[in-house]
């Protein structure tokens, strides 16, 4: 996966959806680096980036299952996924998602799309602090599914405070008890940057240094 995961990163690059500089995430912390996957705002862009998702998906889940997408973000990467597994790999997945506020008329709920059920695979694009996901986890439980999986775009490798040194992705797996499937990490850029561009290279290998996870001893 190393190499499509490069491959991923270049296509960011070059969309300018991953940035190097000075960024002040979230949390506060300075990053020498940052991913707005909200830049893949074409029907180009989202067509090649469905295909990154469907290979990864491809080659990481066997057997039946269906997608889910959280709102907001969740609803076109789902949407574009599963038409790029039936292009690449003559799959036909079902595709679900979520509504912010239930509605209240005509078919009511905050669900739409197929029924929630065997394996769902949640899709979205990052995980941070990982509320999200929870949230996604809960409705397909309440409905009766089962969450085989998370599938994203970017996992950081970064610790999240107060998690006990672990990541956010880490986190997801050790509270819900399932595998984050991710198109690219870390590692993944410093691979990537390793040869062509020592400066951008310090200063991320810096960052990680000081926020990522550390390797299990």
Known sequence: MSDQGQAFLEFCIEQNVLRFGEFTLKSGR????FFNAGLFHSGASLNRLAEFYARTLDASMDGEFMLFGPAYKGIPLVTAVAMAMDRLFGRDIAIAF????????????NLVGAPLAGNVVIVD??????????????????????????????????????????????????NHGIPVHAIAR???????????????LAQVQAYRERYGVKPAA
């Open 30 to 33: 300075i990053s020498p680096y």
């Open 98 to 109: 979520n509504r912010k506020e239930a509605k209240d008329h005509g078919e009511g709920g």
């Open 186 to 200: 870390l590692t993944t850029l410093v691979e990537l940057l390793a040869g062509r561009d020592p400066d951008t």
């Open 125 to 174: 694009d990052v995980i941070t602090a990982g509320t999200s996901i929870g949230e996604s986890v809960d409705i397909i439980r309440a409905a009766g599914a089962r969450p085989a999986a998370v599938l994203i775009a970017l996992d950081r490798e970064e610790i999240v405070e107060g998690a006990g040194g672990r990541s956010a992705v880490q986190v997801v797996t050790a």
